[in-house]
């Protein structure tokens, strides 16, 4: 299959923060690897930013290491790591203070796509909003790169909006939630609206329920004081699994367009009933073998954030009524596995008789690992006499369909980043969307700390707390397993 590389015009990229994690794990190697992709043009200028005192070559020799340690298979050719080297630059700048900006105006070129990636922690996002308009940055083909957190709550959200709007336009800001970036995650839409298959039976009538599950192995290690004011809910639910929500639950928009889909996500977020308090479990792990617990790890032994939660959702539209979404995720679980279940119903009627057992069809979708579609559907079992049934999975995993050219998945951050200097904004989110999942998950926040609320305990590398399991075994139902 040969992949077509949609052209893109010369731009700038200014990476805030062009030495932090982020910068060195995904942001230079998914630049690094469309480089050697063949998809930049040859004029192309990527410029570091941040407080430490470096020149073009100091940061040079520093994102040469990166790349060798994050994108090793690409990097081996000595030839194309220096290619992309002498089109990157570092400017050292001050976020809240006037060091570094002059020069850092002086580099870019006029009448270009610029993109600004805010890689920074969110407190200095209106320091840099500013600055760049003062400075002269900010013409119609500026964009700003947005990271997560954006916000704390719906307030807070609702000031980083109006700080940003005051500086820029709505289609000038670029909120990135790196799981839209997962080719699976577009996948979804591909299956759902491009095939007569699935579409007439995506609804309460043939869906018994939906499972979304973002289990992680590592801890908050790195984290710790960030990750003990949000908690799993903050951290993940409302922009993660949201999201993926949104993509399953949607509406057909009219068409791939960024508000056309982005409009349906909304509709979703706003159908969401609140969530009452038994449909919800907290958790937090415990340290077993020596390993040390949560709190141990943070360093707050009196800590009531979680590290885990499951609960239950529900749709209040005319598709989905009726049909429960659960959502989990968690941090040091048994296996890293990202995966959207969709349980359809039983058939109505079983004509091989009890015996013959019966099997519901299930639509896993994969993000990580092992990226793919597995559809669960039901046959006879061969070699038998009578009529027994057996599930058996019908595979699309996308790597060995479409060839080895195939095999590795684009990093979501590298089609991000893309589609930023593309002008798309289809995989971002809007400013109203992510004001209505702050909406959304406000008051189950406010609600436990009101009642001051203790995540039940669970075992790290167990599935998370047994309390999670009888929230589904209430329901006559169970959680698919946590597979790597
Ligand atoms: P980091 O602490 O490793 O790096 C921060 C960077 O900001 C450094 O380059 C530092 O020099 C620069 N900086 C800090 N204060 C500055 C100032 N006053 N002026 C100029 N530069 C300044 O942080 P990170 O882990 O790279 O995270 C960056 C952003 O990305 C944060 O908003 C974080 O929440 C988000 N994020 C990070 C990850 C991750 O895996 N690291 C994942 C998702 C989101």
């Not at 002059?102 to 920074?120: C, G, H, N, T, W």
């Not at 995720?329 to 995966?339: H, Q, Y």
């Not at 019908?394 to 002008?423: K, T």
């Not at 006559?476 to 790597?484: A, L, S, T, V, Y």
């Amino acid at each position: 299959m040969v992949s077509r590389v949609i052209p893109v015009e010369p731009f700038d990229l200014v990476v805030f923060g062009g030495t932090g994690d982020l910068a060195q794990r995904k942001i230079l190697p998914a630049l690094f690897r469309r480089f050697c992709g063949g998809q930049w043009p040859e004029d192309v200028l990527v410029l570091g930013a941040a407080r430490k005192k470096l020149d073009d070559d100091g940061y040079r020799a520093l994102v040469a290491g990166w790349l060798k340690e994050h994108a090793p298979d690409r990097s081996a050719d000595c030839a194309a790591l220096d290619r992309f080297l002498s089109r990157v630059g570092y400017v050292p700048v001050e976020a809240q203070g006037d060091e570094g900006w002059p020069e850092l105006a002086a580099r870019l070129s006029r009448d270009r796509v610029r993109a600004f990636y805010f890689s920074v922690g969110p407190r200095l996002f209106g320091a840099l909003a500013e600055r760049i308009e003062a400075h002269g940055m900010a013409s119609d083909k500026t964009r700003i790169v947005v990271e997560k957190p954006f916000g704390h709550d719906l307030e807070s959200a609702r000031a980083l909006n109006a700080t940003l709007a005051g500086h820029f336009r709505e289609r000038q800001i670029y909120r990135i939630d790196h799981y839209l970036g997962k080719e699976t995650v577009q996948n979804l839409m591909a299956v759902r609206f491009g095939n007569m298959l699935f579409e007439p039976l995506w609804n309460s009538q043939y869906v018994d329920h939906i499972q979304i599950t973002v289990a992680e192995t590592v801890g908050v290690d790195g984290r710790e004081s960030y990750y003990d004011r949000a908690g799993a809910m903050r951290d993940m639910v409302q922009n993660h699994l949201m999201q993926l929500l949104c993509l399953i639950a949607m509406e057909p928009p009219a068409k791939f367009d960024p508000d056309a889909v982005r409009d349906e996500k909304l509709k979703v977020i706003r159908a969401l009933d609140p969530v009452l308090p038994h449909h919800i479990v907290r958790g937090q792990y415990v340290g077993v073998d020596g390993q040390p617990g949560y709190r141990e790890v943070v360093g707050n032994p009196r800590s009531s954030t979680e590290s885990y939660i499951a609960l239950r959702a529900h749709i209040s539209n005319w598709r989905w009524a009726g049909t429960p979404f659960y959502l989990r995720t968690g941090k040091r679980l048994v296996a890293r596995s990202s995966v959207i279940n969709v349980m359809f119903k039983d058939a109505p009627h079983s004509i091989f008789g009890a015996d013959a057992g019966r099997h519901a069809n299930v639509l896993s979708i994969r993000l990580q690992p092992n990226e793919g579609i597995t559809l669960k559907v039901t046959i006879k079992e061969p070699g038998q006499g009578g009529m027994r049934l057996v599930d058996v999975p019908l595979d699309m995993s996308f790597a060995e369909a479409l060839g080895p050219e195939n095999q590795v998945s684009p990093d979501a951050y590298e089609r991000l980043i893309m589609d930023v200097v593309r002008g798309n904004q289809t995989l971002f989110m809007r400013g109203d969307e992510v004001e209505a999942a702050w909406a959304w998950t406000d008051p189950i926040i406010a609600g436990w700390e009101s009642s001051g609320d203790v995540p039940k305990p669970y075992d790290c590398g167990s599935t998370g707390p047994g309390d999670a399991e009888l929230l589904m075994k209430r329901d006559g139902r169970n959680w698919q397993g946590i597979k790597p």
